[in-house]
């Protein structure tokens, strides 16, 4: 999981995490063994199994093994982003990963339980909640956009054609923006949690050998 932040003391700062899952059912069943061994200074060890040799070292800027929380990786990655976002720098935060590795747990997670949310339901609320604190008067607009990438083609998954492939295009003073993309003003965190639910129905999904709802494509909410 990456996260780019704009902050006012340094222009622009890339920080990579990297979480580690747990075993899942099917490779518990299979006996299988985790070969992953993660440190608190960012580091992993990754061993060959059955091998005679040592551990691959790998170092990020955070890391995190099955262990870790929801809420603990929301506040360690994300939290700061929706800070600097509200004082009108640009951020994102998007996770890349082979299917099955837990990026829809970690982004979206369980909705109705409290605990395992992702980061995406904590950021909703963490943006709203810094909203209603403001004390300048400050006016806020909040719209929401969800598209998906598939096949090379961009999809707005909140169209009534979510199907339709839409163009980009580049402008010199805003750069790249999607044509026709949708956009949803929303007040309240609920409200986004919404318009996500509708795009997340017209998400393409396929079975994968590892993941039997796997989303087959890239999204960008």
Same mark, same amino acid.
């Not at 980061?119 to 719209?143: C, G, H, W, Y």
């Not at 169209?159 to 750069?175: A, F, I, M, T, V």
């Given at each position: 999981?990456?996260?780019?932040?704009?902050?006012?003391?340094?222009?622009?700062?890339?920080?990579?995490?990297?979480?580690?899952?747990?075993?899942?059912?099917?490779?518990?069943?299979?006996?299988?063994?985790?070969?992953?061994?993660?440190?608190?200074?960012?580091?992993?060890?990754?061993?060959?199994?059955?091998?005679?040799?040592?551990?691959?070292?790998?170092?990020?800027?955070?890391?995190? #093994?099955?262990?870790?929380?929801?809420?603990?990786?929301?506040?360690?990655?994300?939290?700061?982003?929706?800070?600097?976002?509200?004082?009108?720098?640009?951020?994102?935060?998007?996770?890349?990963?082979?299917?099955?590795?837990?990026?829809?747990?970690?982004?979206?997670?369980?909705?109705? #339980?409290?605990?395992?949310?992702?980061?995406?339901?904590?950021?909703?609320?963490?943006?709203?909640?810094?909203?209603?604190?403001?004390?300048?008067?400050?006016?806020?607009?909040?719209?929401?956009?969800?598209?998906?990438?598939?096949?090379?083609?961009?999809?707005?998954?909140?169209?009534?054609?979510?199907?339709?492939?839409?163009?980009?295009?580049?402008?010199? #003073?805003?750069?790249?923006?999607?044509?026709?993309?949708?956009?949803?003003?929303?007040?309240?965190?609920?409200?986004?949690?919404?318009?996500?639910?509708?795009?997340?129905?017209?998400?393409?999904?396929?079975?994968?050998?590892?993941?039997?709802?796997?989303?087959?494509?890239?999204?960008?909410?």
């Amino acid at each position: 999981m990456s996260k780019k932040v704009h902050d006012p003391k340094d222009a622009e700062c890339v920080k990579v995490a990297i979480r580690c899952r747990p075993l899942n059912t099917k490779e518990k069943a299979n006996g299988n063994e985790s070969v992953v061994k993660v440190t608190n200074r960012g580091e992993i060890f990754v061993k060959r199994p059955f091998a005679e040799e040592a551990p691959k070292q790998f170092t990020f800027d955070l890391a995190y #093994d099955e262990t870790s929380t929801q809420l603990g990786i929301f506040e360690d990655t994300a939290k700061l982003i929706v800070s600097n976002v509200l004082e009108g720098y640009n951020g994102t935060v998007f996770a890349y990963g082979q299917t099955g590795t837990g990026k829809t747990h970690t982004m979206s997670g369980l909705e109705h #339980d409290e605990n395992e949310r992702g980061v995406m339901p904590r950021a909703f609320e963490e943006i709203f909640k810094n909203i209603e604190m403001d004390s300048n008067e400050t006016q806020f607009l909040v719209r929401a956009s969800y598209l998906e990438i598939y096949n090379e083609e961009v999809r707005d998954l909140l169209s009534k054609n979510p199907k339709n492939r839409l163009e980009l295009h580049e402008k010199p #003073d805003s750069g790249v923006y999607v044509k026709d993309l949708s956009y949803f003003a929303a007040k309240s965190a609920i409200e986004v949690r919404d318009i996500m639910r509708i795009g997340n129905k017209n998400r393409t999904v396929g079975e994968t050998a590892m993941n039997a709802r796997s989303t087959r494509a890239h999204s960008l909410f």
